[in-house]
T-cell receptor, first 112, second 113 residues
């Protein structure tokens, strides 16, 4: 069965600093990979997705993620974090017939 | 505006009192799904529906029921709620041509005392 691991429960980053959120997946076939963001009191919003092709994927709000098959990873990055990026971030893998399996989430805190 | 609407947003209830959380989408999506979100556990799928009158269990279906009598609505029913069902619930839908193009509702925070 597929699984997603987000090793960091909380991460604190200074505003303007770079960000990398880690995600490792386990899936037997070629994975479909996703990053979602959840702002307080809101539903989930899709940041970016990887299906195939270029392993560096650009998303909304200045985020990008890189698929590394050899490391089973799909880490999310942003070069300069803004206070409005404070939220919870979920990595997910798509498997089977449109089933999404989510990681446990990483809470991003942005310090001034 | 294309959206998934859940009601209520917040609900406090007592153990054993039946309740229904409604979910409605205006995008004519065939596929709909319910998730629960718990701290440290992420989102886990409760039930999903691939079309009208077609529903199936997700990873954590115990204690829940669903129905799909119309394409737009997918209510989540708790026949006898228990405190371990205190959680944040999300409904989602997607179009048939985009297997992972989900639109999520804003969530329902349920507390069972």
């Amino acid at each position: 069965a597929q699984s997603v691991t987000q090793p960091d429960i909380h991460i604190t980053v200074s505003e303007g600093a770079s960000l990398e959120l880690r995600c490792n997946y386990s899936y037997g076939a070629t994975p479909y990979l996703f990053w979602y963001v959840q702002s307080p009191g809101q539903g989930l919003q899709l940041l970016l997705k990887y299906f195939s092709g270029d392993t560096l994927v650009q998303g909304i709000k200045g985020f990008e993620a890189e698929f590394k098959r050899s490391q089973s990873s799909f880490n999310l990055r942003k070069p300069s974090v803004h206070w409005s990026d404070a939220a919870e971030y979920f990595c997910a893998v798509g498997a089977g017939y449109s089933t999404l399996t989510f990681g446990k989430g990483t809470m991003l805190l942005v310090s001034p | 505006e294309a959206q998934v609407t859940q009601n209520p947003r917040y609900l406090i209830t007592v153990t054993g009192k039946k309740l229904t959380v409604t979910c409605s989408q205006n995008m004519n999506h065939e596929y709909m799904s319910w998730y629960r979100q718990d701290p440290g556990l992420g989102l886990r799928q409760i039930y999903y529906s691939m079309n009208v009158e077609v529903t199936d269990k997700g990873d954590v279906p115990e204690g829940y029921k669903v129905s799909r009598k119309e394409k737009r609505n997918f209510p989540l029913i708790l026949e006898s709620p228990s405190p371990n069902q205190t959680s944040l619930y999300f409904c989602a839908s997607r179009p048939p041509e985009d297997l992972y193009g989900y639109t999520f509702g804003s969530g329902t925070r349920l507390t069972v005392v």
